[in-house]
């Protein structure tokens, strides 16, 4: 019960004969009314017991603000791809049964569409539609009717119509805390939820699409992890992330992927998607059943484009990789970690730390971990992304590969710890990262990725330095766990002055000896004075948090990449508001940084910009790419004979074919395409 007496109000909680109150000001009550269990405080064996509420009923003087209610629908994340609109509505549990209508407007008039039943696992309802017409918005509507309630509870949006004006932005976030990390913390100070101050920077932003990469929850915030209830755990868990971003995403096309902690994990080594032998993620596999993870994998990513190979996991878990072209873009989806191989059993040598994944022996060569038949994207994967690398029909003009983590070791501390290599990152297996990069390259490829909790523009090379693709490490949201790159520094990164960009910028060996050149990196700062400390959030703002933006332009065949930090304040200090090194605008050809061996010929095809494909002399793609304009060279990177390709890359057509090996400058010859 509550009760105003003069300034403050009691508060009293009774159970039978006991009670308990608490006076608070009156001047703090603004807004809702909640419910909260405190977990206790730890004793030496155990923690004291939370409460259950039930049976509770509010009186007084109150009023329901519509806008502001949330649920019995939560949020819905759709995506539109060749036709197919795929739209899944994330709902609060509902009875058994339960169905839900996506309806659309058009010609003045809501029209049902179809009526899908509610996963009772998930509470989640998939909708797919055929024949849809991408060249016009239109406004949807999901309807659920609830026992005994008159009329229909419904949540709009509206489906976007696809861009058409050369230009694609795209928003990337991840790594986001919903409540103070880890323990009992001042909320006044460290309170993560439900992010407001960053929904409204990134709604400044006006993204096209919007793409989640991963820990989209913490598995231990704002509750302990109930394994004996998992998916229900799950579930509160993930409507954080729904209530938290549904305004982001009414609107606009998404991206989500699931990463380490999404699947209730410290790391993520899926082998497969296999049981973890004994249970430790470190052997590779999932710690929680097949059925767990499958339910992670329907909530997050059931609204992508049909996946290339959808039964290609263990345990009957659905495999998400795909492609999405949208706004002129082709966008490769991974699962980068879901056939990694785990760092424990393999046989590979003792990492010296508590930890099979962190290597910190300076005498130890990062090379012997290389060994044969570790899996970094797996084989289902890379034959996904060689078919990708050369289909550029539906009018694709640019290419991006999107996953969890960057193909390199680009952290040298851990939340202060200096560390020689970090198995987690996708720097190794240093073969796989290879064999993706290789792939990455031929389509003219950049890499887009988060989850490092460190922001970094890198250009990745196989055989030289800057040989192959560009690589945006997009920054956390909510960055508890800070990492930097300082790699002339052994000690402890936060007791040292950040480093100047000579000191980490440039020609670079990763911790695994992978060839990387750095452009830009937003190094924590934790100097009271620094740019970064602020009055509000001051820790977590010095470790560098904010979301990432990335500009393409499909006419002008490049890709502009935006590194922002979370806090305005932050912004409003830093040169146009972004983390120092950035922006960074990449040349779409300059994602293939090899010295050519000679041309293959010059060429004029008049009244179009035609797709150029080469195989090389061992029958491997080499290069695959929408011309920029209809003269061009084609360049050779191998030596022999090469078959040559030329055409509208649309399926179905034919190709001007030829064969040539590389030779000096000739003439241009006008061609028309079959």
């Known amino acids: 019960s509550a009760e105003k007496q003069g300034n403050m109000v009691k508060i009293t909680a009774s159970s039978g004969s006991k009670k308990v109150s608490a006076a608070i000001p009156a001047a703090r009550y603004k807004g809702g009314l909640g419910l909260a269990s405190h977990p206790g405080t730890k004793a030496k064996s155990h923690y004291t017991l939370e409460t259950q509420f039930s049976h509770y009923l509010v009186k007084g003087g109150h009023a329901r603000v519509p806008q502001q209610a949330v649920g019995p629908i939560v949020a819905a994340q759709y995506s539109i791809d060749r036709g197919v609109l795929k739209l899944s509505a994330q709902f609060m549990p509902q009875a058994k049964g339960a169905k839900a209508t996506l309806s659309f407007f058009r010609d003045g008039k809501w029209t049902d569409n179809k009526e899908m039943a509610i996963h009772p696992m998930d509470q989640n309802a998939l909708y797919r539609i055929t024949n849809w017409d991408a060249t016009k918005a239109v406004p949807y509507r999901v309807s659920i009717k609830l026992p005994g309630k008159n009329g229909n509870d419904n949540y709009t949006g509206m489906i976007a119509a696809e861009p058409k004006n050369d230009t694609l932005r795209l928003a990337a976030l991840g790594c986001i805390i919903h409540r103070p990390w880890g323990k009992v913390m001042n909320w006044d100070n460290v309170l993560y939820f439900p992010h407001h101050d960053l929904q409204k920077r990134v709604a400044a932003q006006n993204p096209d699409i919007v793409f989640f990469y991963g820990d989209q929850m913490y598995e231990g915030t704002p509750s302990g992890v109930d394994a004996k209830n998992i998916h229900e755990d799950y579930l509160y868990k993930w409507l954080f992330h729904c209530v938290a971003f549904r305004e982001t995403i009414r609107n606009v096309p998404s991206i989500t992927i699931p990463d380490d902690h999404d699947v209730y994990q410290g790391n993520h080594w899926g082998e ?113 992304l060689a078919a990708w690398a050369g289909d550029w029909s539906h009018g694709a003009k640019l290419k991006a590969v999107l996953s969890q983590s960057p193909f390199g070791n680009l952290a040298t501390h851990h939340s202060g710890q200096y560390l020689i290599a970090d198995l987690d990152g996708n720097g190794w ?246």
């Not at 059925?291 to 049909?306: G, K, N, Y």
């Not at 980068?336 to 099979?356: C, I, M, Q």
């Not at 389509?443 to 922001?455: E, K, T, V």
């Open 272 to 384: 497969g998607a296999r049981p973890a032998p004994d249970g430790d993620w470190n052997n590779g596999g999932y710690k929680f059943s097949g059925e767990f993870i499958a339910q992670v994998h329907r909530t997050q990513t059931s609204h992508l484009p049909d996946a290339y190979e959808p039964d290609c996991l263990d345990q009957n878990i659905p495999a998400y990789h795909c492609d999405w072209n949208w706004g002129g873009v082709s966008f490769a989806i991974l699962g980068d970690r879901y056939f990694k191989s785990g760092p424990a059993g393999h046989g590979l040598p003792k990492s010296g730390t508590n930890r099979p994944d962190h290597y910190n022996n300076p005498e130890f060569d990062t090379e012997d971990l290389d060994l044969p038949g570790l899996q970094l994207l797996g084989k289902p994967q890379e034959k996904f």
């Open 429 to 674: 297996p240093q073969s796989g990262r290879k064999r993706a990069l290789t792939i990455m390259r031929a389509a003219r490829a950049p890499h887009i990725a988060g989850d490092q909790h460190l922001s970094t523009m890198v250009q990745h090379g196989i055989d030289n330095h800057g040989d192959a693709v560009f690589s945006f490490t997009a920054p956390a949201i909510s960055n508890a766990y800070a990492r930097a790159y300082h790699p002339s520094y052994k000690g402890n990164y936060y007791k040292t002055t950040p480093p100047a960009p000579s000191e980490y910028l440039g020609k670079r060996l990763d911790g695994f000896k992978n060839k990387v050149t750095f452009l830009a990196v937003a190094n924590p700062d934790t100097r009271p004075d620094g740019p970064y400390t602020t009055a509000k959030l001051p820790k977590m703002n010095q470790q560098v948090p904010g979301f990432g933006i990335v500009d393409f332009d499909t006419k002008a065949q490049t890709v502009t990449f935006h590194s922002l930090p979370r806090s305005e304040e932050v912004a409003g200090r830093l040169k146009g508001g972004e983390y120092p090194g950035w922006p960074v605008v990449v040349k779409a050809e300059k994602n293939d940084g090899r010295t050519p061996t000679g041309e293959l010929g010059r060429f004029k095809v008049k009244g179009q910009h035609p797709v150029v494909r080469v195989w090389g002399p061992d029958g491997t793609l080499q290069w695959a790419h929408r011309m920029a304009s209809d003269s061009f060279i084609i360049h050779a990177y191998a030596k022999g004979i090469h078959k040559v390709e030329i055409g509208s890359g649309e399926a179905g057509e034919k190709w001007h074919t030829f064969e040539a090996k590389p030779a000096m400058r000739g003439g241009e010859k006008e061609i028309s395409l079959p």
